[in-house]
């Protein structure tokens, strides 16, 4: 069998994904900025070629899965790190991967958005343009100038691009035999929620609101969502985004989905 690369592996939603794997009996191909088996920066573009790089040289060019758990949260102080990491870092390493995972049996890719995916609109997203021909000093710029809230800005822009990115590739990842799709969580128990509650500027809005299932996810519960759509009972399911948030999303949008 071959790996499924995990990156964001150290923590959080990627290192739950990892124990999850591990329980199948799957060996994950870790990537994070430290203590996995390739570390490399996705907030570079020295950083994503060194990870795609060094994830085709140990695989041998052959990959069964992807899922690609790596970010930032809202409450980071450079919003433009929040874009190159969330989506240019993402991205990156989902298309340059392709051509290995098209060589694995029942390949599928993973990309962990976020219900703010949903916050901002396409047609208003400040990076989409920018995004859209590959441009990462614009995209960075046009967040940087976004105001006190330029984090949650940045975050929920970066998060909205991946998924229209994502959905974007369904054609070409179809007719390589690659399936491809976003889980989307809400407010779940990891450091970057935790460092979110005790930001000055989100952590009382974060800590006051309550989901309709009245508690935080945990991080197995993405992974339990992520295992499914890289196994074989997902088969017909392909530019989905699967929402994990305990109906926060159905709660605010209720005739939009
Ligand atoms: P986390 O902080 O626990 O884990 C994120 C991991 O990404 C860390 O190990 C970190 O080192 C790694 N990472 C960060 N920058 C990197 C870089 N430049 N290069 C390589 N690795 C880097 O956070 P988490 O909550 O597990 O988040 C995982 C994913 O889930 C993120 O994409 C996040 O946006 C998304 N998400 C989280 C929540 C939540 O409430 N926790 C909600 C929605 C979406």
Wanted: aromatic fraction near 4%; hydrophobic fraction near 45%.
């Amino acid at each position: 069998m071959a790996p499924t690369v995990v990156t964001g592996a150290a923590s959080g939603i990627g290192a739950a994904t990892c124990a999850a794997l591990r329980e199948q009996g799957r060996e994950p191909l870790t990537v994070d900025l430290h203590d996995a088996d390739i570390n490399a920066d996705l907030g570079t573009p020295e950083g994503r070629q060194h990870a795609v790089d060094a994830v085709l040289a140990r695989s041998g060019g052959v990959l069964d899965g992807l899922a690609l758990c790596a970010g930032l949260g809202p409450h980071v102080p450079d919003p433009a790190r929040i874009v190159s990491v969330n989506y240019f870092g993402t991205v990156a390493v989902l298309d340059g991967l392709l051509p290995a995972l098209r060589e694995g049996e029942q390949p599928a890719a993973v990309v962990v958005s976020s219900v703010s995916s949903t916050h901002v609109a396409w047609d208003t997203n400040p990076i989409a343009t920018a995004v859209e021909s590959g441009d990462e000093p614009a995209a960075r710029a046009a967040v940087a100038a976004g105001g006190e809230y330029r984090g949650q800005l940045a975050y929920a822009a970066s998060k909205n691009a991946l998924t229209v990115a994502t959905r974007r590739r369904v054609a070409e990842w179809g007719a390589a035999g690659v399936r491809l799709n976003t889980v989307a969580p809400g407010s779940v128990d990891t450091p970057l929620l935790r460092a979110g509650m005790d930001d000055p500027r989100y952590g009382q809005a974060i800590r006051e609101f309550v989901a309709p299932v009245a508690r935080h996810g945990t991080p197995a519960e993405i992974a339990a969502a992520i295992l499914y759509l890289l196994g074989g009972n997902a088969g017909f399911v392909h530019g989905a985004q699967l929402v994990v948030d305990g109906g926060v999303d159905a709660l605010f949008r209720p005739t939009t989905f």
